[in-house]
């Protein structure tokens, strides 16, 4: 039995050792052993700021274009791929329509007719041969014979589409093969290059807002910030959402495209916070502190930190308005410690 109890005797030691720590920890200093710092101080005062509210929009082309066909026709070459950039005047969509060709080969077959014979009654009027009543009959026959030339090549014209603009190819509703129609959409395309933001806007909010306004707009997937101008609004409210179309003119910005998700921030009114310089508020993991000056000592106080509003910061909680807090490297400073004051 004797092994057994020595055994229990090793174990009930290392059992205290381990919750005295098996040494002496080393002692916080007391405060009046701490050396006075040198310090600059601010005070906190409550200082009045724009209130804001996010309304969420989406990034759209400002042109965008339907592609229909104004004739019917087989779809016989579409050169054209889903995302692909076309330019202006570039042939979008050939379309097979014999009935519209025999039409212009009939009226050119005309006009050569007509043609022909105003050249002959011309030669015969020099000669006094026939009347100026027929001469006069003939000239206005060869003018129909030409409108109609001018009307079916207008015609045969459209059975090719080309592009109104410079721009990117969003969606295809028609491929080769298939039979296109006047209002039948074949394409979707739009000018990348001009971008807006489209947001619905609450009726509490529009009264602030006029054309040409600059507001600042997030997007996702860009790590700063753009300036959008209103340049729409819309008179009317939704009659179900209760809120106004907005549009706002985007700067062209990387990565900025058709389709993404937007913030912009309106202003709702005024509020007032408490504001301390942005470097008196250290960081420690998941704490805010700062440093106030309590009767010439350095007072560690948690905090909650708002907006930052340019060199400053929102206080929430922690401090109260007159205090003074230690803006120059607050972070080597320990509770209690003595300060000196920098003018």
Known sequence: MKPLFASLGVIASALTCVLSGCGRQPERPAPGSLPAA????????????????????????????????RVSGRIEQMPVALGGRVESGELLVQLNAPEIE???????????????????????????????????????????????VAEAETRWSYTRIRSPYAGVITRKYADVGDLAAPGKPLLEMEDATALRLEADVPEAVIGRLHPGD???????????????????????????SRTFLVKL????????????????????????????????VVRRGQMEIVFVAVAGHAQLRLVKTGARVGAEIEVVSGVNAGEQVVTANPATLQDGQPLTFQP
């Open 38 to 69: 040198s310090v600059t101080v601010t005070t906190v005062t409550l200082k009045p700021r724009p209130a804001w509210e996010e309304v969420v929009g989406t990034v759209r082309a400002k042109s965008r274009t339907v592609i229909e066909a």
């Open 249 to 280: 003119d985007l700067p062209p910005a990387p990565g900025l495209r058709p389709g993404q998700f937007g913030r912009v921030a309106m202003v709702v009114g005024e509020t007032t916070a408490l504001r301390v310089p942005v470097p008196a």
């Open 102 to 148: 025999a039409k212009l080969q009939q009226a050119q077959a005309l006009q050569l007719q007509a043609d022909a014979d105003l050249k002959r009654f011309t030669a015969l009027l020099e000669t006094a041969a026939l009347t100026r009543a027929e001469f006069d009959n003939a000239q206005a026959h060869a003018r129909v014979a030409q409108a109609a």
């Open 214 to 240: 600059k507001l600042p707009v997030r997007i996702s997937s860009l790590a700063s910030e753009l300036e959008g101008v209103v340049r729409e609004i819309a008179p009317a409210a939704d009659p179900n």
